[in-house]
């Protein structure tokens, strides 16, 4: 263990990195995430949101946060979608698919077999050229310069980007909805 190193220098670096990355989301909202929200108002199905890895613990709390504001939605791990569990996906249902990379395996099996069932896909990644991006019909960046990692590997700031992006989502339904207490 390093006790050279200053605790709350390396607290308040972490902050910054992810603060900076957070308030850069805004010059990323565009005509897809509008045409998104109003997509999930005129939709009749539910909400089904899919991650894998890390992205999976995000795409739980976007999903208790829609169902506790008013639009159903359910939790499709991206694994197991792929191995029996993409039956949850009914005719209606809207998939939003949340990944960093957008070119993972399990994502590109996952897509295709959404597509088959003419459901629409709401990405929200932070890669612009990547297959899911390219393939899915709303793109919702979520594009992080650095995560606050050290090593720029663990999932930090991208998964705190796709968090307030799954918020800024959901607070545009809940309000375009007139949802009340």
């Keep these: ?5 200053n605790i709350l220098d390396i607290a308040a670096k972490t902050i910054s990195i992810e603060s900076k990355a957070i308030a850069n989301l805004i010059n990323f909202l565009n005509k897809d995430f509008e045409n998104a929200v109003k997509f999930i108002l005129k939709s009749k199905g539910r909400i089904i949101v899919t991650g894998i890895g ?3 613990n995000i ?3 976007i999903v208790d946060t829609l169902n506790s504001t008013g639009t159903p939605a359910i939790f499709m791990h991206a694994a197991d979608a792929i191995h029996g569990d993409l039956g949850i996906v009914q005719k209606n249902d809207v998939v939003i698919c949340i ?3 957008g070119n993972t395996p399990e994502i590109k099996v996952l897509i295709p077999l959404i597509k088959n069932s003419q459901n629409k896909i709401i990405a929200i990644t932070g890669n612009l050229d990547s297959y899911l991006a390219k393939n899915a019909d709303f793109v919702l960046n ?3 310069e650095q995560e606050a990692c050290p090593n720029n590997l663990a999932p930090t700031t991208s998964t705190t980007a796709q968090l307030v ?3 800024a989502l959901v607070v545009c339904l809940l309000e ?3 949802f009340t207490s």
Aim: overall charge positive.
């Design 99 to 101: 990944s960093k990379s």
């Design 59 to 61: 795409t739980t709390k």
């Design 54 to 56: 890390k992205r999976a």
């Design 1 to 5: 263990m390093n006790t050279k190193k």
């Design 142 to 144: 979520a594009y992080v």
């Design 176 to 178: 375009m909805k007139d």
């Design 165 to 167: 992006i799954g918020d």
